[in-house]
């Protein structure tokens, strides 16, 4: 079958630079963001969230970034390495219990 | 570690066939979903449960129904399948928003083909 990251816009990247991936949202009443990794023929996995009460949050070589002002999001990942190479997704929660998710951007690392 | 578990990784079926769909979660939440994820569409929601017993259709139900028994399972079930529905299939379960964790925990997906 044909990759998910087909058709999605992608970020190349040279290993050990680092990355940055960028997410418009829709809904100004969205208070709850979560980026995810997903792997050629895997399922998504969570990375990192932040609730709309905080403008950046740090994890392990990720940081989220929320500008309210302008609904966006991004991500970014220090030091890229070969593993992180995959389709990443935003995700925003707004007043009901469902997650909208962005299509995504395909993130290549060139070794 | 907890886990979404769906019980194919890959799935071959023929046109006209019943093809159900299954999707275990060991972390007692109370929300499950099932997404199709097809080349340049994302995630498309197909159907979604908030508690045993209930559904809900998604954006794109059409074609399928679902089953939620136990709290655990939340099956997806093509009625007859088309080969319009050849697709990896995603499902998740989440905590109620009433708890603090609102993330989703996929599954590793279901890639089926309808020949």
């Known amino acids: 079958g044909e990759s998910v990251g087909l058709h999605l816009p992608t970020l190349s990247v040279q290993e050990g630079d680092n990355s940055i991936i960028n997410c418009a949202y829709s809904n100004s009443a969205s208070d709850y963001f979560i980026w995810y990794k997903q792997e050629s023929g895997k399922g998504p996995q969570f990375i990192i969230d932040i609730r709309s009460n905080m403008d950046k949050r740090q994890g392990q070589r990720v940081t989220v970034l929320l500008n309210k002002t302008v609904k966006h999001l991004s991500l970014q990942i220090a030091a890229t390495q070969p593993g992180d190479s995959a389709v990443y997704f935003c995700a925003e929660l707004g007043g009901s219990n469902r997650l909208a998710f962005g299509k995504g951007n395909q993130v290549v690392v060139i070794p | 570690d907890v886990k979404v578990t769906q019980s194919s990784r890959y799935l071959v079926k023929r046109t006209g066939e019943k093809v159900f769909l299954e999707c275990v979660q060991d972390?007692?939440?109370?929300?499950m979903f099932w997404y199709r994820q097809d080349p340049g569409l994302g995630l498309r929601l197909i159907y979604f449960?908030?508690?045993?017993?209930?559904?809900e259709k998604g954006d794109i139900p059409e074609g399928y129904s679902v089953s939620r028994e136990k709290k655990e399972r939340f099956s997806l079930i093509l009625e007859s399948a088309s080969t319009n529905q050849t697709s990896m299939y995603l499902c998740?379960?989440?905590?109620?928003?009433?708890?603090?964790?609102?993330?989703?925990?996929f599954g590793s997906g279901t890639r089926l083909t309808v020949v």
């Open positions: 998740a379960s989440s905590l109620n928003s009433g708890r603090s964790n609102y993330g989703y925990t």
């Open positions: 972390m007692d939440h109370e929300n």
């Open positions: 449960s908030y508690d045993v017993k209930m559904k």
